[in-house]
C-alpha cells in the first residue's frame, strides 16, 4: 500500500512540476513565437505545439537537460517548419523595395533556394541559410534590425513604421538598405558554397 501511496506521490509531484514549468516559460516563450511570426493565430498555434512537445518528452524516463534552451529550439523549429509550409512571397513584389539598387533589397529571395527544389539537401540548405540569416540580424544594430524585421518578416509597411516612431520614411529606407547590404555580404560566401554543389 506505501508503494502504492509513493507512486502516486512521485506522480503528483511529476505532473506540478510540468505544470511549473509550463507556467514559468510560456509567457517567455510566446514573446519569442510571436517576435518571428506577425499572425497571432499562427503563434499560439506554434506554442501549443511546442508546449504538446514538450509535455511528451517530460514524460520520457529520460530528463531534458536546460528546458529552456530545448523549449527555444523546439519553437524555431517549429517556426521553420511553418515557414517552409507556406509559399514564399519574393521580396521584389513587397512595397517599399524600390531605388537605385533593387536588386539589393531582394536578398533573401535571391539568398534561399527555392521550396520548389525538391530533396533533403535543398532543405538542409533552406535550414543552415536560415540559421546564419538569424545570426547576421543579431549583428546588426537594433535600428537597423528592426526596420528589417518589421518590414520583411513582420510585412510592416513603411508608411506604418514612419507614423509609429515619427521618423521619415527615407530613414526607415536607408535603415533597411543598410541591414540588406550587411546580410548580403555576411551571407554571399554561405551562397555561393551551395549554389556550387
Same mark, same amino acid.
Given at each position: 500500500?506505501?508503494?502504492?501511496l509513493?507512486?502516486?506521490?512521485?506522480?503528483?509531484?511529476?505532473?506540478?512540476?510540468?505544470?511549473?514549468?509550463?507556467?514559468e516559460?510560456?509567457?517567455?516563450?510566446?514573446?519569442?513565437?510571436?517576435?518571428?511570426?506577425?499572425? /497571432? =493565430?499562427?503563434?499560439?498555434?506554434?506554442?501549443?505545439? +511546442? #508546449?504538446? @512537445?514538450?509535455? !511528451? &518528452?517530460?514524460?520520457?524516463?529520460? $530528463?531534458?537537460?536546460?528546458l529552456?534552451?530545448?523549449?527555444?529550439?523546439?519553437?524555431?523549429?517549429?517556426?521553420?517548419?511553418?515557414?517552409?509550409?507556406?509559399?514564399?512571397?519574393?521580396?521584389?513584389?513587397?512595397?517599399?523595395?524600390?531605388?537605385?539598387?533593387?536588386?539589393?533589397?531582394?536578398?533573401?529571395?535571391?539568398?534561399?533556394?527555392?521550396?520548389?527544389? /525538391? =530533396?533533403?539537401?535543398?532543405?538542409?540548405?533552406?535550414? +543552415? #541559410?536560415? @540559421?546564419?540569416? !538569424? &545570426?547576421?540580424?543579431?549583428?546588426? $544594430?537594433?535600428?537597423?534590425?528592426?526596420?528589417?524585421?518589421?518590414?520583411?518578416?513582420d510585412?510592416?509597411?513603411?508608411?506604418?513604421?514612419?507614423?509609429?516612431?515619427?521618423?521619415?520614411?527615407?530613414?526607415?529606407?536607408?535603415?533597411?538598405?543598410?541591414?540588406?547590404?550587411?546580410?548580403?555580404?555576411?551571407?554571399?560566401?554561405?551562397?555561393?558554397?551551395?549554389? /556550387?554543389r
Amino acid at each position: 500500500m506505501k508503494a502504492a501511496l509513493s507512486i502516486e506521490t512521485m506522480a503528483a509531484t511529476r505532473e506540478r512540476r510540468l505544470a511549473e514549468a509550463v507556467a514559468e516559460e510560456r509567457g517567455r516563450l510566446l514573446r519569442f513565437i510571436r517576435r518571428r511570426v506577425a499572425d /497571432a =493565430g499562427d503563434a499560439e498555434d506554434i506554442l501549443q505545439d +511546442v #508546449l504538446a @512537445e514538450f509535455v !511528451e &518528452a517530460y514524460r520520457l524516463p529520460v $530528463p531534458i537537460e536546460r528546458l529552456g534552451a530545448w523549449l527555444f529550439r523546439v519553437a524555431r523549429n517549429r517556426i521553420i517548419d511553418r515557414f517552409r509550409k507556406q509559399r514564399p512571397q519574393p521580396l521584389s513584389s513587397l512595397p517599399g523595395i524600390a531605388g537605385d539598387d533593387a536588386d539589393a533589397e531582394t536578398v533573401l529571395d535571391d539568398l534561399l533556394p527555392a521550396t520548389e527544389r /525538391a =530533396g533533403p539537401e535543398a532543405q538542409y540548405a533552406r535550414r +543552415v #541559410l536560415v @540559421e546564419a540569416l !538569424e &545570426a547576421a540580424l543579431e549583428e546588426l $544594430p537594433p535600428a537597423q534590425r528592426d526596420v528589417f524585421i518589421a518590414h520583411e518578416l513582420d510585412g510592416r509597411s513603411f508608411k506604418d513604421m514612419a507614423a509609429e516612431s515619427g521618423l521619415s520614411i527615407n530613414t526607415l529606407l536607408a535603415r533597411k538598405r543598410y541591414a540588406v547590404l550587411h546580410l548580403r555580404e555576411r551571407l554571399q560566401g554561405l551562397y555561393d558554397e551551395f549554389d /556550387a554543389r
